[in-house]
């Protein structure tokens, strides 16, 4: 079946760097990709939709500028936290799509999600 | 603002007992609902998805059921099994892509 490769699986970094999450869709084409953060005994919340060869979309409330999105090949998107800080210490993971949407909306698709990415920022 | 809840937060159980959890969804303009098996280091898995008022889905001892108008989808489990220990993770959509989540049952079953 269809598989989401993340990496790395955890990261540790200093307050003021700069952290790159890679996700690739190993054995299919995902031309959307979404990224998901979660804080503890929360819901993953979506922070950004990502589409291969165009600029991200984002959720109210999620800066562009911290989080930044690249999704320049059908198999590989990037979520860099800018200057990470201790508040953005949490659990991102990213999701696609396998297949073109089955309805109206692409809703009714299931999602292949990666395995998540635990940051902790010092 | 759209809201998922799922119900137990977290459920024990002993091997060889049937289970359920709730996940309950705001019913105007429904589109479709999810429900995913997460286990810890691993990647959330999909388990059934459904867009229709009633609606029932079967994977071996895993069965959902849907009902739209009300606002809620049943997960069930025959006969746990250890491996079946996982957080359960429901999401709905409405008409756009985008899912949202409840923050899911964890099921621990004990041998």
Redesign the interface.
Known sequence: GAV?S?HP?WVICKSGTSVKIECRSLDFQAT?M?W?RQFP??????MA?SNEGSKATYEQGVEKDKFLINHASLTLSTLTVTSAHPEDSSFY?C?ARDAP?T??????????????SRLTVL | ILNVEQSPQSLHVQEGDSTNFTCSFPSSNFYALHWYRWETAKSPEALFVMTLNGDEKKKGRISATLNTKEGYSYLYIKGSQPEDSATYLCAFTVNTDKLIFGTGTRLQVFP
Do not use: C, E, H, R
């Open positions: 989401v993340q699986s959307t979404f998901y005994k929360q819901s993953l919340m979506l939709t993971i999701s949407p309805g109206k909306w692409a809703g009714a698709n299931v999602l292949t999600f990666g395995a998540g």
